[in-house]
């Protein structure tokens, strides 16, 4: 069984920062790409970021390009995002997710395991 849980969502202002951390556990747990996912109320679930096996490449949605920052730390099975320079857009849930396949894929169909989520709420 593998467990994915988020943490490091909250409420902050227009123009400020979040850092989003994922753990993820399980007994023989091997993830490929990892990413980051969102959903707004009445919206369907986006793709945010996602990030190699390695770490050495990166995708990013472009409404979060050059704001959003996703890196991983292999020996800690853990994702993260760094999220800069936030807008009340950005308001949603985000969760985490994992993917046996190796490449940068966008579609959540491509993951296997995911987070319960966290809200991020950016206020104006």
């Known amino acids: 069984q593998v467990q994915m849980v988020e943490s490091g969502g909250g409420l902050v202002q227009a123009g400020g920062s979040l850092r989003l951390s994922c753990a993820a556990s399980?007994?023989?747990?091997?993830?490929?790409?990892m990413g980051w996912f969102r959903q707004a109320p009445g919206k369907e679930r986006e793709f945010v970021a996602a990030i190699n096996r390695s770490g050495g490449s990166t995708q990013y949605a472009d409404s979060v390009k050059g704001r959003f920052t996703i890196s991983r730390d292999n020996a800690k099975n853990t994702v993260y995002l760094q999220m800069n320079s936030l807008k009340p857009e950005d308001t949603a849930n985000y969760y985490c997710?994992?993917?046996?396949?190796?490449?940068?894929?966008?579609?959540?169909?491509?993951?296997?395991?995911w987070g319960q989520g966290t809200q991020v709420t950016v206020s104006s």
């Open positions: 997710a994992a993917s046996s396949w190796g490449g940068l894929p966008t579609g959540l169909i491509a993951y296997d395991y």
């Open positions: 399980g007994r023989t747990f091997n993830p490929g790409a």
